[in-house]
């Protein structure tokens, strides 16, 4: 089988470190890695660099009509073509001239859809709508979905809009590379700035703190902490324009001295963060959370979880043994759990961490993703020629 050639749709890209982007950056390197040519189509947040090669992905980043946010109008996706598969990352509004350019062109269409959007005021109007109209057709259109898990696809808000597609809907977890995320990455540095004694323990949240990303549950996690003895600390990792009100409140809770905002820490440091702390915590509030990175990133790196209960993030997290499952919101429930899982000794604990790392091994590796998704785009595509396709 001669390689594919494959286009991602995708709203962030590295070096704009998030989820959807993060995602988009792994898919396309395991599949470059097993001989495609991929290319990556994003919106240009203000680079000068329009074109780019990044570990043999081509990377081309097109200035958009408008932008609001990660929104951005791209009729200029119109353009592709000659392509054996298009794969959008959505919800990407503005995105959607992808899947317009896979129908005009007769070119499978695959979707991953990352997570329901869930705004504010006109803002949330206006996401209905275009729910109902543009997006339904979109994913009314495409040859695959994909959730990053059967539990999400059952309770997402675009379960309606898709039936009798179920035979187009299909599963695939996110990933971690086991090899970058791993146990025993400790700094001493890190460590020591963090623990002065063999007491103190650290509650991690690693998250982007901005409007955008509202629904990590920041607020509830400070809150929580706040009513831990004081040797439980906790360090926020992650910018943004939220940042500054965060700071605030852990102010006004009297536990500014007991919360580090670590700021931006580069992807080579942060395994050295998720093996200095004592538990990684997710404590978001709505299903714009799929999923959590953070929580298969952790576990790979033998720190034991908490999350909330809320579907695609519960599929991560084996309660009671890898980490702990919390109702959304629920700042005793999130105190209770932190204080059970930092009193308990070191070796439990590790023992957590360690059945975290077997799973993610087993289950959550951007190298199986690749497999799968490769796999996935060969029986679409042999659908549609009536041909079989086999690596």
């Not at 006004?252 to 700021?263: H, Q, S, T, Y």
Request: charged share 20%; hydrophobic share 40%; aromatic share 10%.
């Amino acid at each position: 089988m001669k390689p594919l050639r494959i286009a991602h749709v995708t709203a962030t890209f590295p070096p704009y470190w998030g989820g959807t982007g993060n995602v988009c950056f792994y898919n396309a390197r395991e599949l470059t890695r097993r001989g495609h040519d991929v290319h990556v189509y994003t919106p240009n947040l203000n680079s000068s660099i329009t074109q780019e090669n990044s570990e043999g992905i081509h990377v081309h980043r097109q200035k958009p009509l408008l932008r609001f946010g990660n929104a951005a109008l791209m009729p200029n996706l119109l353009s592709l073509k000659n392509f054996d598969v298009i794969h959008l990352h959505f919800p990407f509004f503005g995105g959607e001239f992808s899947a317009l350019a896979a129908y005009m062109r007769h070119i499978p269409l695959i979707v991953t859809y990352h997570q329901d959007v869930h705004l504010q005021g006109i803002l949330k109007f206006v996401e209905y709508l275009l729910r109902l109209t543009i997006s339904r057709w979109v994913l009314n259109h495409a040859h695959r979905i994909l959730f990053t898990s059967v539990d999400y696809s059952v309770f997402s808000y675009i379960h309606n809009i898709l039936d009798n597609r179920e035979n187009h809907i299909g599963e695939l977890p996110n990933g971690v590379d086991p090899k970058h995320f791993f146990p025993g990455q400790h700094d001493p540095v890190i460590t020591q700035k963090y623990k002065s004694s063999y007491e103190d323990k650290i509650a991690l949240l690693v998250a982007r703190l901005d409007r955008a990303h509202y629904f990590k549950g920041v607020p509830i996690f400070l809150q929580a902490v706040a009513q831990l003895p004081e040797f439980m600390n906790a360090v926020i990792v992650g910018e943004g324009d939220m940042k500054e009100e965060y700071e605030k409140l852990a102010y006004l809770l009297e536990i500014n001295k007991r919360v580090d905002f670590a700021g931006r820490v580069s992807i080579e440091d942060l395994p050295k963060y998720y093996c200095m702390a004592d538990v990684t915590v997710l404590p978001s509030t709505t299903m714009s959370e799929a999923f959590g990175l953070v929580l298969v990133e952790s576990l790979a790196c033998g720190t034991p979880v908490i999350a909330t209960d809320i579907p695609g993030v519960r599929t991560v997290v084996s309660d009671g043994l890898d980490g702990y499952l919390v109702q959304p919101g629920d700042v005793e429930g999130l105190r209770a759990k932190l204080q059970q899982i930092l009193s308990m000794p070191d070796l439990q604990r590790a023992e957590m961490g360690a059945t975290g790392r077997r799973k993610v091994e087993q289950k959550y590796t951007w190298e199986l993703a690749g497999q799968r998704l490769e796999a996935i785009y060969l029986e679409v595509i042999s659908e549609l020629t009536g041909k079989t396709l086999t690596k």
